[in-house]
């Protein structure tokens, strides 16, 4: 790890205004990747600012119909949260899924997103669910949020604040984990919303990415049996020593299936 | 509440402080003034190294900057292979250096270029990042299978060729084979691994210039070895002037056996800076730079008549070396490997060659079961393959090609001697565990559910106890494979146990103890066992090859016997009887025939407070040992495993696994029955989750992180049903014969049996990823 300067703010304006005095500063929301990165000397950034002292950055709450999360709340605060299990089930046991309980107990959803690691589980339930992404600046819904690899709608200084997840009448998740390190090779949310059937895949491709296929077989008729496979081409998704691009290509329909009937 | 004699399942002593945190591990000692070392590693698979210029690397706070010249100016020998093998022409296998610095180029991913000291970890390490090596990188070969048409990597040996070796007549077979009904044909590939011990390699030398004497703190499988490999071969040091502590160790599964460049390379930057010198790899250098294991490309054939009696196997295989040998890399594929292929069967004609080569790779060498592994690989699954073929049952075709009870002592054809075992009560036992005759019911049921069900056998074994030294030495060991015990006694009766074996996990603390108590009919609890100190221990030969209690108990045993010998010397003086006439039971010295009797205790206290004691004898009660065994040691046994496969993904559940194992006596059965869990997971990581891949353009390792090699966790797991027979082993004074390593070496076919039978293919490759399990499913439907 190279050094860099420290920084915990108490709000979110302190932390935006860190960033901005900051050279090259990164923010740092639970660290699940970025602390790894910098013990491999893969990053170098003059600052490090830290949410984690953030108060209005955490908590879950309803409003307005909708189940909204704060960006510094973590996995294993989603995981427990009776609310989030009464609104959004599926939402819960994603977040139970996520790497193991200390990354689940130090990661949050803010981190997570802002992220986009292209295997990460919470990109999917945003895109899946049609959520909201508050950030210090705006919001942005998920279809435009998630724009590649690692790359987000995000700009200079801008602060994920909360996500705002429209409560589906039914959700499901299911993923089939890289054996090694139980990120998703392919996971699929399927929701049924206000706006229709959406369902969003993660793993299989460089960016997570809504299916076609699978919301025109699901607004149908909302069954397994329904699921007849992916619009995604082979050729679009990845392909490394775990799984190639036909079997990523193939387990989206298995998971597809699974997740529709984990939503019941 | 267990008394802690021989054969009670007394808890691991040693437990309460490594649970506790209060281990204390070669990272945990600190030396007034010492320095931390880092080693630039090299980032090509196979580069010239043209210069190296360090100009800008020297800086605040670092110390000094070694490359391999400075190794060199200062004579440090190359670290040696510890065991030749003649090849097929009468000539020594090639010997290319292996210096502990790179002098001349760079030969794998991870070899070390340069050593930076400096007064913390991160000075050296940024040190490191402005050293400038012009490196004129050449082609590299990762692939095994491809050595002979790759870029040579040492111009000692042509053709990337370190030896190509036979075992068996080649005339023979070919009769054999002539003479077949049925001759079943197989290629497979024993993948790599990468040992992953929980506790990364580190080392802390210090140098006394006062004294002349050097300290070594390391995470050796065996200090004494690595002090002779380090004195006789590489620094020079005489044997006197080096001591080598190895402290609690975390792991070593044969990966800290060998002698490597990092510690070798702080010994001798101590005494050139005259202070302490550390070094703690981290994990992604574990990956790049410990000896990794396994790696075979073989092709094998088993001849068999009408009736499937095996007539001869005939096995073909490429081993990797990887880019150096390491210390015992040669004798793995070979006198650890082809002696092991006759298995528990009567095959009367077996032949055997072996070409070891030479790749842009980590070093090769013995990794828990080490040839053994690769031995029953091959042969259980050809086994399998010809039952299919044959449309026998397999368990049946294995009992008809056992070796009988009443065939002991049985000279197999490939070299070794089994003295014992009993194969078929093995076999029946694990088919009764597993409910054999259920099986084709528990299929139909998980047909029934759109799954996929098959069951594997692996009857398997293993020569450890490594091992009689004149037969080692015959086949081209440099050293002895004896071990050494001393038992000393204190005047209040607690006793010292000094053994050779090195304890990194497996329990010796308590089996030993459990040992010494139950020999001399002491305390448990006044037991105490001392290891891993050259400065403490007697010359010894450390742990691997399973031979810790085969080997290392025998010697405590025979120590354990000469002061009972001395003892009852003390007794008849104590008692005004004969020697002659005492007898040792249970702790006490009797004279014959009456009931007047000398505790140990007793005779403890005398030796020490000699007041009334035979005007001839030596006060003390402290004796040393030596054993040498006899013969290997032959543990064997079978086990199945049953499991589901979701066709749908390709995910295989490990439905249920039964292993019966003959490991002779047993001492404590809780911590043999750990070892066998610990074995058979190794084992299942084999052959479903674990693999080193290289990148087979550039020689990166693919598989550098936990994100990308598989290690099997507790839910990959089934809960395993483990039991024995016991067939005592005939030449050692326990009737021992090891469970280290069976576990790993029965697991990986019993697992592909089973995967390749619930689909109904032929082969897998291992791992047996569940995309390779989807797609044959897939094809088989």
């Given at each position: ?264 | ?183 079943t ?117 088993l001849?068999m008549d009408?009736d499937g009696k095996f007539l001869?196997l ?26 092991l292929l006759a298995g528990q069967y009567t095959t009367p004609?077996i ?21 053994r592994?690769?031995a029953t690989y091959?042969l259980e699954r050809i086994v399998e393959v010809a039952a299919r073929?044959m449309k026998m049952d397999p368990a049946e075709l294995r009992r008809k090609n056992f070796i009988q009870p009443s065939q002991y002592p049985y000279q197999t054809p490939v070299?070794l001697v089994y003295d014992t075992g009993n194969y078929e009560a093995s076999l029946d036992a694990a088919l009764a565990m597993i409910d054999y005759k259920g099986f ?15 069951i594997g056998f692996s009857s398997y074994i293993e020569a450890c ?166 013969n290997f040691t032959y543990p064997a046994g079978t086990h199945i495993a049953e ?13 249920d696994w039964v292993a019966v194992d003959d490991f002779g006596n047993v ?5 043999v029955?750990?070892?066998v869990?610990?074995?058979i ?39 395993f049903k483990v039991g024995l027979t016991t067939t005592a082993c005939t030449h050692?004074?326990?009737g021992v014969k090891g469970c280290?390593?069976a576990g790993?070496i029965a697991a990986?076919p019993a697992?592909?049996n089973a995967?390749?039978d ?24």
């Amino acid at each position: 790890m190279y050094d860099f300067t420290y920084h915990r703010p108490g709000s979110v304006g302190d932390a935006a205004a860190a960033l901005g005095k900051a050279g090259d500063g990164k923010l740092m929301a639970g660290g699940m990747t970025l602390i790894p990165t910098l013990k491999q000397r893969l990053a170098n950034p003059s600052d490090l600012i830290d949410l984690g002292g953030i108060a209005e950055l955490k908590g879950i709450k309803e409003e307005g119909g909708a189940l909204v999360i704060g960006a510094m709340t973590t996995h294993a605060e989603v995981a427990a949260s009776a609310l989030v299990k009464g609104k959004i089930a599926a939402l819960a046991a994603l977040a139970d899924g996520i790497g193991d309980p200390q990354v689940r107990n130090r990661g949050t959803i803010g981190g997570s997103i802002a992220n986009n690691d292209p295997a990460a589980d919470y990109p999917a339930a945003c895109l899946g669910l049609g959520a909201t992404i508050k950030t210090n600046k705006r919001s942005i819904a998920a279809d435009a949020f998630f724009k590649g690899m690692f790359e987000t709608a995000l700009e200079d200084g801008e602060i994920v604040t909360a996500v705002s997840f429209p409560v589906p009448s039914k959700a499901g998740y299911a993923k089939f984990p890289n054996p090694a390190s139980r990120y998703a090779i392919v996971g699929v949310f399927v929701a049924k919303t206000g706006s229709g059937v959406r369902a969003a895949v993660t793993g299989a491709g460089p960016c997570v990415f809504r299916d076609k296929a699978i919301e025109d077989a699901l607004t149908g008729s909302w069954s397994a049996d329904a699921v007849k496979g992916s619009s995604a081409s082979a050729g679009s998704l990845n392909s490394d020593i775990h799984a190639s691009s036909d079997y990523r290509a193939h387990l989206i329909g298995v998971m597809a299936k699974r997740a529709v009937q984990a939503a019941g | 509440m267990p008394d802690g004699n021989i054969g009670q399942p007394v808890k691991r002593r040693e437990d309460q402080r490594f649970l506790t945190g209060k281990g204390r591990y070669t990272d945990d000692i600190h030396r007034q003034g010492e320095l931390h070392a880092y080693f630039l590693r090299s980032p090509h698979a196979h580069a010239a190294i043209k210069s190296i210029d360090t100009s800008a690397a020297k800086g605040e706070g670092v110390v000094a900057i070694f490359t391999g010249a400075d190794m060199a100016a200062d004579k440090v020998g190359s670290l040696p292979c510890g065991w030749t093998v003649t090849d097929r022409n009468g000539q020594p296998h090639k010997a290319p250096p292996h210096f502990p610095l790179a002098r001349d180029k760079a030969r794998y991913v991870g070899d070390h270029v340069a050593m930076v000291i400096a007064t913390s970890y991160a000075a050296a390490k940024d040190a490191a990042e402005r050293i400038e090596v012009d490196y004129d990188v050449l082609p590299a070969n990762t692939n095994t299978a491809k050595f002979a048409k790759a870029p040579e990597l040492h111009a000692e040996a042509p053709g990337n060729l370190c030896y190509d070796w036979v075992l068996g007549d080649e005339a023979a077979i070919k009769q054999a084979f002539a003479g077949a009904a049925h001759v079943t044909k197989l290629d497979l590939v024993n993948n790599r691994l990468i040992p992953n011990a929980m506790e990364p390699r580190a080392a802390i030398a210090e140098y006394d210039s006062g004294t002349g004497e050097y300290t070594l703190w390391s995470t050796s499988q065996n200090p004494h070895l690595l002090r002779l490999i380090l004195c006789a071969f590489v620094l020079g040091i005489p044997e006197t002037k080096l001591r080598v502590i190895a402290p609690d160790v975390g792991g070593g599964f044969g990966s800290k056996i060998f002698a490597y460049a990092e510690e070798t390379a702080c010994v001798w930057a101590s005494k050139k800076l005259d202070r302490p010198v550390r070094w703690t790899g981290d994990r992604s250098e574990a990956f790049l730079a410990d000896a990794h294991g396994r790696d075979h490309v073989t092709h094998v054939e088993l001849a068999m008549d009408k009736d499937g009696k095996f007539l001869g196997l005939k096995v073909d295989t490429v081993a990797a070396m990887g880019a150096y040998l390491s210390s015992f890399a040669t004798c793995v594929p070979t006198y650890l490997y082809a002696t092991l292929l006759a298995g528990q069967y009567t095959t009367p004609v077996i032949y055997c060659n072996v070409k070891a080569v030479f790749t842009n790779t980590a070093p090769v060498d013995a990794y828990r079961g080490a040839g053994r592994p690769e031995a029953t690989y091959l042969l259980e699954r050809i086994v399998e393959v010809a039952a299919r073929e044959m449309k026998m049952d397999p368990a049946e075709l294995r009992r008809k090609n056992f070796i009988q009870p009443s065939q002991y002592p049985y000279q197999t054809p490939v070299a070794l001697v089994y003295d014992t075992g009993n194969y078929e009560a093995s076999l029946d036992a694990a088919l009764a565990m597993i409910d054999y005759k259920g099986f084709p019911a528990r299929k139909a049921a998980s047909k029934a559910k759109g799954k996929l069900r098959g069951i594997g056998f692996s009857s398997y074994i293993e020569a450890c106890g490594i091992a009689p030294s004149a037969v080692v030495g015959s086949l081209g060991a440099g050293v002895g494979l004896w071990e050494s015990a001393q038992v000393r006694f204190n005047a209040t009766g607690t006793v010292s146990v000094l053994t050779g074996s090195h304890a990194h996990g497996q329990g010796h603390e308590t089996t030993f103890a459990q040992l010494v108590a139950d020999q001399l009919g002491i305390p448990y609890e006044n037991v105490d066992v001392v290891h891993g100190d050259t400065g403490r221990i007697p010359m010894a030969m450390g742990t691997y090859g399973s031979r810790s209690l085969a080997v290392g108990g025998s010697a405590i045993v025979r120590a354990c016997n000469k002061v009972i010998e001395k003892g009852k010397k003390i007794a008849a003086h104590l008692l005004e009887a004969s020697v002659d006439d005492i007898e040792f039971k249970n702790g006490a010295f009797t004279v014959a025939g009456t009931d007047k009797s000398k505790t140990m205790a007793e005779v403890a206290f005398t030796a020490y407070v000699p007041h009334k004691y035979p005007a001839d004898l030596e006060p003390g009660l402290d004796e040393t040992a030596f054993y040498d065994p006899l013969n290997f040691t032959y543990p064997a046994g079978t086990h199945i495993a049953e499991v589901e496969i979701d066709p749908d993904t390709g995910v295989t559940t490990i439905a249920d696994w039964v292993a019966v194992d003959d490991f002779g006596n047993v001492i404590n059965p809780m911590i043999v029955e750990g070892q066998v869990h610990g074995g058979i997971a190794q084992g299942i990581g084999q052959a479903l989750l674990e693999n080193c891949v290289y990148d087979q353009e550039s020689g990166q390792l693919t598989t550098g992180s936990y994100m990308d090699y598989c290690m099997p966790r507790a839910d990959d797991l089934p809960s395993f049903k483990v039991g024995l027979t016991t067939t005592a082993c005939t030449h050692n004074p326990l009737g021992v014969k090891g469970c280290g390593e069976a576990g790993a070496i029965a697991a990986p076919p019993a697992l592909i049996n089973a995967i390749t039978d619930a689909l109904g293919v032929m082969h897998m490759e291992m791992p047996a990823s569940s995309e390779k399990v989807w797609r044959a499913a897939q094809a088989a439907k």
